[in-house]
């Protein structure tokens, strides 16, 4: 069992910066590839990023590629977003989650389903 809880959402101005963090509970987040996905109200969740079990890979959606930064820290259990020059269109529930079901997996999980558990989710708004 993981659990998951993302803090450091919140308001800012379009151009502005926010960084996400994601704390897991359990011994074996260190093992899991993670990722963070988004939804905004009336759309389906959103692929943002992921990341290999041990940080060495990355993959981004082409909407946030080069503004965004996913990262890790696996001796503190925490996944990180840091997002730059954000857009309105960036506004959303961003949600981060791991894939449990397979140890040591790469920066290929772009697909919701892949992922085993979720956290709550934390609202970012981008005025312009």
């Known amino acids: 069992q993981v659990q998951l809880a993302e803090s450091g959402g919140g308001l800012v101005q379009a151009g502005g910066s926010l960084r996400l963090s994601c704390a897991a509970t359990?011994?074996?987040?260190?093992?899991?590839?993670a990722g963070w996905f988004r939804q905004a109200p009336g759309k389906e969740r959103e692929f943002v990023a992921t990341?290999?079990?041990?940080?060495?890979?990355?993959n981004y959606a082409d909407s946030v590629k080069g503004r965004f930064t996913i990262s890790r820290d696996n001796a503190k259990n925490t996944l990180y977003l840091q997002m730059n020059s954000l857009k309105s269109e960036d506004t959303a529930v961003y949600y981060c989650?791991?894939?449990?079901?397979?140890?040591?997996?790469?920066?290929?999980?772009?697909?919701?389903?892949?992922?085993?558990?979720w956290g709550q989710g934390t609202q970012v708004t981008v005025s312009s």
């Open positions: 989650a791991v894939v449990a079901r397979a140890w040591y997996g790469g920066s290929y999980y772009a697909n919701s389903d892949a992922y085993d558990y």
């Open positions: 359990g011994r074996t987040f260190s093992r899991y590839a």
């Open positions: 990341i290999a079990w041990n940080g060495g890979s990355t």
